[in-house]
């Protein structure tokens, strides 16, 4: 009979925001306490729509007095799956269900099921809209005066950072002028 005291595992820890929620095209953190254990910790994101055009990027910045930091980005909004093992096996909580949003400019979380719906009753108009010029502001004109009741997000993505500047012209019209200084194609969702 072995009498030896086994070690005692404390429980693994998990926290961070990008439990709670995520934010598209983001780095949202995970952070896994093993308490000083150095056993592998591996964290997998699973998407509605991955291997279908929804990106996911997940990185470790590596194992430092037994916290791991991991950071994941994904492409498109949605539920996501997010499953952290610890030797092999699952950590209590495991799988976390974590919904991604899109994030508008004025801070607001867009829900994630209102974005791609066709909006017939926004109009957009503007040399930003298809033409955009590198290091110049370039301007779109968004009108919802036929849109009924809810809220307006524009967002923009591309090989570069982009600037923003917003102006309400009415209850309804606003003008969005966007400047970016790197050539290539973006994409301007609404």
């Known amino acids: 009979v072995d009498e030896r005291p086994k070690p ?3 429980p693994i820890k998990v926290s961070g925001k990008g439990l709670v929620k995520g934010l598209v095209n983001s780095w949202n953190e ?3 306490d093993t308490h000083g254990d150095n056993g592998r910790v591996r964290v997998v994101v699973k998407g509605p729509l991955q291997g279908r055009g929804a990106l996911i990027d997940v990185r470790e ?3 430092h007095n037994g916290v791991v930091r991991f950071f994941y980005k994904t492409s498109l909004p949605g539920l996501f799956q997010v499953e952290v093992t610890y030797k092999g096996l699952p950590v209590s ?3 976390y269900k974590v919904s991604v949003y899109r994030f508008s400019r004025d801070g607001d979380d867009v829900d994630s099921k209102e974005v791609g ?3 017939p009753d926004v109009r957009v108009s503007g040399m930003g809209l298809t033409n955009g010029m590198v290091d110049i502001w370039n301007e779109l004109i968004v009108d919802c005066a036929n849109a009924g009741a809810g809220s307006l997000a524009v967002v923009m993505s591309g ?3 982009v600037e923003w500047s ?5 209850s309804s019209r606003f003008r969005y002028r966007y400047r970016t200084l790197i050539p290539g194609e973006y994409t301007l969702k609404i």
């Open 8 to 10: 005692k595992l404390e």
């Open 117 to 119: 719906k066709p909006l």
């Open 93 to 95: 909580g495991s799988p």
């Open 166 to 170: 917003s102006e309400q012209l009415s």
């Open 159 to 161: 090989p570069a950072k």
């Open 30 to 32: 995970i952070v896994v």
């Open 61 to 63: 910045t590596g194992f």
